[in-house]
């Protein structure tokens, strides 16, 4: 009963039925309403965007959302965002197949590595976390292009565009928590 009690909160229905909505299945329909925004994100980004991916605009919102479901539900919620999220842009993409897969894990490991130095629950926490979280996934960005691609070349617009994106995400974080 105590069990009842804490994991769930009831009320009447309509014919005095009793309703009974617990908080795991608050928390499935809320990562899932996450994993619906996460696909739409990446459907339109792809249609609104250049094809390379990098815009003056390119505001990273996987990364908060996965920063967020990080504090809020675990890293075993956050993991497996990151790495589907990382599986449907390498699907859709037409770049190296599982560059996008180990960016998102890489942002994900970063978000726990920060959060071990910085208090994700604060806001000056979190624009710290999700800046050097979006830097880090840039720099691997660019290595692994480096690496695996011999037409790579690093350019001044790359830079101010992750610049940008960069600052832009990190202050935009605490709106979304």
């Not at 699907?91 to 560059?99: A, E, K, P, V």
Request: a positive charge.
């Amino acid at each position: 009963m105590e069990f009842y009690r804490r994991h769930s909160k009831s009320y009447q229905g309509r014919e005095g039925e009793k309703i009974v909505t617990s908080q795991k299945s608050r928390k499935l329909s809320f990562c899932l309403a996450a994993w619906l925004f996460g696909v739409s994100f990446t459907l339109l980004k792809g249609i609104w965007f250049d094809p390379w991916g990098v815009s003056i605009f390119d505001l990273d919102l996987l990364t908060i959302l996965t920063a967020y479901l990080f504090l809020s539900f675990g890293r075993m919620y956050a993991g497996a965002f990151a790495l589907g999220q990382g599986l449907l842009i390498d699907i859709f993409s037409s770049g190296l197949h599982g560059l996008f897969t180990f960016l998102y894990l890489s942002v994900f490991w970063g978000i726990y590595l920060g959060s071990l130095f910085f208090n994700l629950r604060t806001a000056k926490g979190q624009i710290m976390i999700v800046m050097l979280v979006i830097f880090f996934k840039n720099i691997v960005f660019f290595t692994v292009l480096s690496l695996f691609s011999n037409s790579t070349v690093f350019s001044k617009s790359f830079l101010s565009a992750s610049a940008i994106s960069i600052i832009g995400t990190g202050l935009i974080t605490p709106v979304f928590f």
